[in-house]
Nanobody, 126 residues
């Protein structure tokens, strides 16, 4: 089993920045794709960003391209999401996810990911 714990969420104003962290434990995660998703009430969980095991490639949702940056530190079993120029529409619960399969793909579907964190709330006021 892998445990994922997100942190770093909070209440910020539009235009501000925030960095989310995801700490993985339980089993080594260095070889697996990881991603960030977000969800608002009444909507499906949506892909935000993903990164391959060696940070060789990252992928982003169109809505966050150019504003968010995903990174990982395999030595610390950590994944980060740097969020800049935040907008009210970025308000959501943000989830860290891990795909427990050796791949160079970055899936955007929630079905492709095996482990999930409990989420951290990000609220952006206008």
């Amino acid at each position: 089993q892998v445990q994922l714990v997100e942190s770093g969420g909070g209440l910020v104003q539009a235009g501000d920045s925030l960095r989310l962290s995801c700490a993985a434990s339980g089993r080594p995660v260095n070889s697996y794709t990881m991603g960030w998703f977000r969800q608002t009430p009444g909507k499906e969980r949506e892909f935000v960003a993903g990164i391959t095991w060696n940070s060789g490639r990252a992928d982003y949702a169109d809505a966050v391209m150019g504003r968010f940056t995903i990174s990982r530190d395999n030595a610390k079993s950590m994944v980060y999401l740097e969020m800049n120029s935040l907008k009210p529409e970025d308000t959501a619960v943000y989830y860290c996810a891990l795909k427990w399969k050796l791949t160079v793909a970055i899936p955007t579907s929630t079905d492709e990911y095996t482990y999930w964190g409990q989420g951290t709330q990000v609220t952006v006021s206008s």
